[in-house]
């Protein structure tokens, strides 16, 4: 009886022995899975971590690329969008639009690194999916401002082009009608005039003798036929004295007596002196007679 009993007693040893090795190996395999999902929780927390720092850079970046007040007047062009860029605005409002590309590339290329971080390190948590999608929201529109921008500016210059063409155009005409009134002036303050004999001036025509008997007593008077050739032009604008180189001179035509003097100035030398411009010209031909 002894003998059997021992034996069944050293079984049931074994066994406890046994099952007692399995549950503390079992036990150790809990401990280290502990362990293993702890240092895997502590990781994935610290990713989780860099992942909002990093979400939370790339929107204080994102925060940056606005157009303040001064760069939307600059490229609008004024207060009201009426007036246009000047050339130095236009450049410096490209450079402002080639400032915000850049600075959206770079963004663009860290929330793409951002996102394949989060998907490479398999971290599925519906809130920073959230916060990348909003993040790729922003910077779509900040391009679809940009482009915006960049289009107004590409207006603006069309439409600086087609006023420098209508400035010059209008320049041009100014230029013409400036001349033309040049002209007219020139021609309004001009008067012709022409002197010599009586045998001189009925040569050329410009006067004619009538009345007196058998040729005697003869007087003499403006023709009525202008013979441009045989006169002279004299803008009264400009010049106010014609010198007559004669002892003696007559005033033939009819401008008003008092808008001019007869002045002698040597033994045969006169001055014709205009007094009134305005009014001897009223009569455009001078007829002096000399002698």
């Known amino acids: 009886m002894r003998r059997p009993v021992a034996i069944l007693l050293a079984l049931i040893g074994v066994g406890l022995l046994a099952s007692t090795a399995l549950y503390y190996s079992k036990y150790k395999k809990s401990e280290a899975n502990v362990v293993q999902m702890t240092t895997e929780s502590q990781e994935t927390q610290l990713r989780y971590g860099q992942a909002i720092n990093e979400i939370a850079a790339i929107q204080d970046s994102l925060n940056t690329i606005v157009l303040g007040d001064d760069e939307a007047r600059m490229i ?39 996102d394949a971080k989060l998907k490479h390190s398999n971290i599925r948590v519906g809130g920073l999916q959230r916060m990348v999608e909003n993040l790729k929201k922003s910077v779509g529109e900040k391009e679809t401002m940009i482009a915006q921008l960049t289009t107004q500016v590409d207006s603006l210059e069309t439409r600086v082009a087609g006023l420098t063409t209508e400035v010059e155009d209008k320049s041009q005409q100014i230029v013409v009608k400036e001349q033309e009134i040049t002209d007219k002036n020139r021609e309004l303050a001009t008067v012709y005039y022409t002197m010599g004999t009586k045998k001189d ?91």
């Open 76 to 114: 609008s062009g004024g207060a009201q969008g009426e007036v246009p860029l000047p050339a130095t605005s236009r450049e410096q409002a490209m450079a402002r639009i080639a400032e915000l590309k850049a600075g959206i590339e770079r963004t663009k290329e860290r929330v793409t690194e951002l």
């Open 201 to 291: 001036l009925i040569h050329s025509n410009v006067v004619v003798a009538k009345g007196g008997v058998f040729g005697i007593g003869k007087t003499v008077e403006p023709s009525g036929h202008v013979n441009e050739s045989a006169f002279t032009p004299l803008n009264t604008d400009v010049e106010t004295v014609i010198h007559i180189p004669a002892k003696e001179a007559q005033i033939l035509s009819a401008q008003p007596q008092t808008s001019y003097n007869l002045v002698k100035t040597g033994e045969e030398t006169l001055e014709l002196r205009i007094i009134d411009p305005k009014e001897f010209r009223k009569v455009r031909h001078l007829v002096i007679l000399t002698s």
